[in-house]
């Protein structure tokens, strides 16, 4: 019996943030026909894929790729630009310390709005007394009004992810980030809307979570970067031949 032949390609994948991410693509590819076997690599964000091209084409494994709620690009056209969707946008760490500083701020501005006042609100009120005079329904539209402008921003990225995998009943890391952000964000906003006894804010969590996983992946983007070129430098470094010395036999 003849066995079929078989090609490789490697498809550069955009969307994986974690080895869920990674779960679904390699069942996506390896349950399209004619898919002989398929790696995927999250490091280096690619897939390598042996498939049968009398059954199926390159093109398939791309549309099987982004049925599962991601998106790829065959080899040919990595040099187009469109492998990196998030190419345009502010830089990760940007984004990440913007956040950060946000949500400390709105830590401090939120001093006021406590139903307790503790040791650090005395000495806050003493150190800022025009923070704790403010009608505290200006603070409360100053952070809705900051938090509601920022999320979109900085947090797109995860947001669209999640929704992603919501369209394809798949759940990642994003999913969770963007449940409890809007439950918090959600909740903050009626209790600015309706204030009412009791109803606290916590726009200072949504934007500080939202800012120390951006940080996560910039510092993992950035460790990403430094091994893949580590290995580079040591692929580089294999010699292209070999000669072999053969004691001749007397």
């Known amino acids: 019996m003849a066995i079929p032949a078989t090609e490789s390609v490697t ?17 996506a590819l390896r349950s399209t026909a004619g898919v002989a076997e398929a790696r995927v690599d999250l490091m280096a964000h690619r897939a390598r894929v042996t498939f049968d091209p009398a059954v199926v084409q390159p093109e398939a494994l791309v549309a099987a790729v982004r049925q599962a709620g991601y998106d790829a690009v065959l080899p040919r056209a990595v040099g187009g630009g469109s492998v990196d969707a998030d190419a345009s946008d502010a830089g990760p760490e940007l984004k990440a310390y913007t956040m950060l500083a946000a949500g400390a701020a709105a830590m401090l501005l939120a001093m006021p709005l406590g139903a307790e006042m503790g040791a ?5 009120m003493r150190v800022f007394p025009w923070l704790f005079a403010a009608p505290q329904s200006a603070l409360r539209w100053t952070l809705l009004l900051m938090t509601a402008a920022l999320i979109p921003w900085a947090g797109r990225g995860i947001f669209q992810n999640a929704w992603r995998g919501l369209l394809h009943r798949t759940t990642n890391m994003n999913t969770l980030v963007a449940l409890g952000t809007s439950v918090a964000f959600l909740y903050s906003a ?21 800012g120390f996983l951006l940080l996560g992946k910039s510092l993992e983007s950035r460790a990403k970067r430094r091994a893949m070129a580590a290995l580079d430098s040591l692929n580089r470094m294999k010699p ?7 004691e001749a036999r007397r």
């Open 11 to 27: 498809l550069p994948v955009v969307g994986m943030t974690c080895a869920s991410c990674q779960h679904h693509v390699e069942n």
């Open 190 to 210: 009626y209790a600015t809307v309706f204030p009412a006894p009791g109803l606290q804010v916590y726009f200072d969590a949504v934007l500080l979570i939202l």
């Open 240 to 246: 292209v031949t070999a000669r072999r010395i053969v």
């Open 120 to 124: 650090v609100d005395h000495a806050l």
